[in-house]
């Protein structure tokens, strides 16, 4: 073997040493974190809404669905504890929390825990004018949630409106 067939081969020996456990790696993680199906994310944030029987049997067998959101176009995503929230459907909110699923300004304001809704504002005031799905206020999910003292802080707060358009 003479010195230039030597480097060559060890250099390809090292350069496959290096890169074939990361080419390895990110292959077989592709495989494992696969996306979730956009057909059963919509169903599953459609039966979020009002279907508690059908929202526990796809959680049964999709148990990540729980952190999924859809998108309705234009930036107009919703999780299924949202469309819950801005129906004021306290079973399903209640149940997916007890399963994990991460509440937001909104679903407290619906829930009427004003305890830790009026805190949250006092420190970021500017949240007053959030836009939840769909452009639902805060306002919307305190009156849906029939959370009258929210309702009472957040119109003090010059909140009038129950839905602020998605641009």
Same mark, same amino acid.
């Given at each position: 073997?003479?010195?230039?067939? &030597? $480097?060559?081969?060890?250099?390809?020996?090292?350069?496959t040493t &290096? &890169?074939?456990?990361?080419?390895?790696?990110?292959?077989?993680?592709?495989?494992?974190?696969?996306?979730?199906?956009?057909?059963?994310? /919509?169903?599953?944030? %459609?039966a979020g809404?009002?279907?508690?029987?059908?929202?526990?049997?796809?959680?049964?067998?999709?148990?990540?669905?729980?952190?999924?959101? #859809?998108?309705?176009?234009?930036?107009?995503?919703?999780?299924?504890?949202?469309?819950?929230?801005?129906?004021?459907?306290?079973?399903?909110?209640?149940?997916?929390?007890?399963?994990?699923?991460?509440?937001?300004?909104? $679903?407290? !304001?619906?829930?009427?825990? %004003?305890?830790?809704?009026?805190?949250?504002?006092?420190? #970021?005031?500017?949240? $007053?004018?959030a836009k939840?799905?769909?452009?639902? %206020? @805060?306002?919307?999910?305190?009156?849906?949630?029939? !959370?009258?003292? @929210?309702?009472?802080? @957040?119109?003090?707060?010059?909140?009038?409106?129950?839905?602020?358009? $998605? /641009?």
């Amino acid at each position: 073997m003479n010195r230039q067939k &030597f $480097i060559r081969g060890s250099l390809l020996g090292l350069t496959t040493t &290096f &890169f074939m456990p990361a080419f390895t790696f990110s292959q077989s993680s592709k495989k494992s974190l696969g996306q979730l199906d956009v057909k059963l994310v /919509k169903k599953f944030v %459609t039966a979020g809404h009002s279907n508690l029987k059908l929202v526990k049997e796809m959680l049964q067998e999709h148990p990540n669905l729980i952190y999924s959101a #859809y998108d309705w176009g234009n930036g107009d995503f919703e999780e299924a504890i949202e469309g819950a929230g801005h129906l004021g459907n306290k079973e399903i909110v209640n149940y997916l929390i007890s399963q994990g699923a991460r509440p937001n300004l909104f $679903i407290l !304001a619906m829930l009427g825990k %004003t305890g830790l809704v009026k805190p949250v504002l006092e420190t #970021y005031p500017e949240l $007053i004018q959030a836009k939840g799905p769909h452009g639902l %206020t @805060l306002l919307h999910h305190a009156l849906i949630g029939e !959370a009258s003292d @929210l309702v009472d802080y @957040l119109k003090e707060k010059g909140l009038t409106k129950r839905m602020i358009k $998605i /641009k």
